[in-house]
T-cell receptor, first 110, second 116 residues
Framework: GDSVTQMEGPVTLSEEAFLTINCTYTATGYPSLFWYVQYPGEGLQLLLKATKADDKGSNKGFEATYRKETTSFHLEKGSVQVSDSAVYFC?????????FGKGTRLHILP | GAVVSQHPSWVICKSGTSVKIECRSLDFQATTMFWYRQFPKQSLMLMATSNEGSKATYEQGVEKDKFLINHASLTLSTLTVTSAHPEDSSFYICSADKRGVLGEQYFGPGTRLTVT
């Protein structure tokens, strides 16, 4: 069945460092792909999405490109901030059901 | 915006009792609501999908008689954990599918259930 695999954390970076969180998926066809973020004590929020191959989703300085040839949707940010500390979930949408990766906890040190 | 609330945010109950968790979409109508369970350091696992006015569709392995879902209106869904046991202790999260926005779900803040 469909699945999402993302790098295990926690990931610890210094402020202003470059961030990459890897995500690959297994699915038939071309599902929509998402990154969700869960800040401490809060619910999940949609960070960005891409609905077809080669689409780039972007929001708050984060970017991810839908790569069908490598079945990947890696999350990147050029310069992270302490406020980016959170858990990040890669996900895909299949028949209106969302399948999540296990999440990657990100710690940004000042 | 698209805000989803859950109540209560945390609850402690004794083994054998039932607990009801509410999920509301505050500023939009939800075609569908979803219930997830999240274990520590684990991903969200979909438990069931509910549409207003119809029976919920449960995922494989989820006991429908234990986790009762009612979706009485386009803005309210409830999850009742019946005869709760310590193994039911978990973080329960609901989400709502905004009508007309295919594929996006808006998540509540979650409810932490502890069964003693």
């Amino acid at each position: 069945g469909d699945s999402v695999t993302q790098m295990e954390g926690p990931v610890t970076l210094s402020e202003e460092a470059f961030l990459t969180i890897n995500c690959t998926y297994t699915a038939t066809g071309y599902p929509s792909l998402f990154w969700y973020v869960q800040y401490p004590g809060e619910g999940l929020q949609l960070l960005l999405k891409a609905t077809k191959a080669d689409d780039k989703g972007s929001n708050k300085g984060f970017e991810a490109t839908y790569r069908k040839e490598t079945t990947s949707f890696h999350l990147e940010k050029g310069s992270v901030q302490v406020s980016d500390s959170a858990v990040y979930f890669c996900a895909l949408n299949r028949d209106d059901k969302i399948i999540f990766g296990k999440g990657t906890r990100l710690h940004i040190l000042p | 915006g698209a805000v989803v609330s859950q109540h209560p945010s945390w609850v402690i109950c004794k083994s054998g009792t039932s607990v009801k968790i509410e999920c509301r979409s505050l500023d939009f109508q939800a075609t569908t609501m979803f219930w997830y369970r999240q274990f520590p350091k684990q991903s969200l696992m979909l438990m069931a999908t509910s549409n207003e006015g119809s029976k919920a569709t449960y995922e494989q392995g989820v006991e429908k008689d234990k986790f009762l879902i009612n979706h009485a209106s386009l803005t309210l869904s409830t999850l009742t954990v019946t005869s709760a046991h310590p193994e039911d202790s978990s973080f329960y999260i609901c989400s709502a599918d905004k009508r007309g926005v295919l594929g996006e779900q808006y998540f509540g803040p979650g409810t932490r259930l502890t069964v003693t």
